[in-house]
């Protein structure tokens, strides 16, 4: 028995503030997935108010003027508590990502630059995760691996 999921279903939600990676990552998943763009946080709330019961995954970058990336999956959490989230950023920031297990309790740390077939995989899995079980699983699975150091990572 194949298990079918509808990837445009649910949209993503990205929020950059480098706007050639958010033209590339529309052109890369533009087709396969429903895509939103933001070019920084404030954009991004506005977006996810206005399409609340679209949104399934955000994804947003680690460093961006005003408000990082970790802030805005923290206060997005409490916003849209079903949306699954990933971080991603350029650096390794080991403590930037324990900081957002812990308090935006993310699905994924990924680095860029991205593998593309990687991420697509990732994207895939973060949707599906969404339509069985919403963040409830993301949240008991982060609660009992951020103490012993346990993020997943690309």
Known sequence: ???????????????????????????????????????????????????????????????????????????????????????????SELDVAIEAVNSGAIYKYVTKPWDIPQLEVTLRRALETCGESGSNFIDSRFSQKSDKGGINSQ
Do not use: C, W
């Open 1 to 91: 028995m194949e298990n079918v999921h509808d990837y445009q279903k649910s949209a993503i939600l990205y929020v950059d503030d480098e706007e050639m990676l958010l033209k590339f990552f529309h052109r890369a998943f533009g087709k396969k997935f429903r895509v939103l763009t933001a070019t920084n946080a404030a954009e991004g709330y506005r977006l996810l108010e206005q399409h609340r019961n679209e949104i399934g995954l955000l994804m947003t970058d680690q460093r961006m003027p005003g408000e990082k990336g970790v802030q805005f999956l923290e206060r997005a959490r409490q916003l849209h508590p079903r949306a699954i989230r990933i971080l991603t950023t350029a650096y």
